[in-house]
């Protein structure tokens, strides 16, 4: 336990964090799953969920949560596996 005020803050503001950045991986994780499971189906909701995690995975990197070359690497793997579904 801290004993400096800051430290306590810093302790309180840490665990939220944590907390948030845990729900926007979970959530980005289970977006691309479900592009990858369209894609594996050929379903016509594909391109709609590839563009709804692109657009998560954009702002995941945005704000930090993941770096931005991991970002671009998640977005080019899911479009390289949609464009060889697709032709």
């Given at each position: 336990?801290p004993n400096?005020?800051?430290?306590?803050?810093?302790?309180?503001?840490?665990?939220?964090?944590?907390?948030?950045n845990?729900?926007?991986?979970?959530?980005?994780?289970?977006l691309?799953?479900?592009?990858?499971k369209?894609?594996?189906?050929k379903?016509?909701?594909?391109?709609?969920?590839?563009?709804?995690?692109?657009?998560?995975?954009?702002?995941?990197?945005?704000?930090?949560?993941?770096?931005?070359?991991?970002?671009?690497?998640?977005?080019?793997?899911l479009?390289?596996?949609?464009?060889q579904?697709?032709?």
């Amino acid at each position: 336990m801290p004993n400096i005020k800051a430290a306590a803050k810093a302790l309180r503001k840490s665990k939220k964090l944590q907390i948030r950045n845990t729900k926007v991986k979970s959530n980005l994780e289970s977006l691309i799953k479900k592009s990858r499971k369209a894609i594996a189906a050929k379903s016509d909701t594909a391109k709609d969920l590839i563009q709804q995690a692109i657009k998560a995975i954009d702002k995941a990197a945005q704000k930090g949560i993941i770096k931005p070359n991991t970002g671009k690497r998640k977005k080019s793997r899911l479009m390289k596996k949609f464009n060889q579904a697709t032709t």
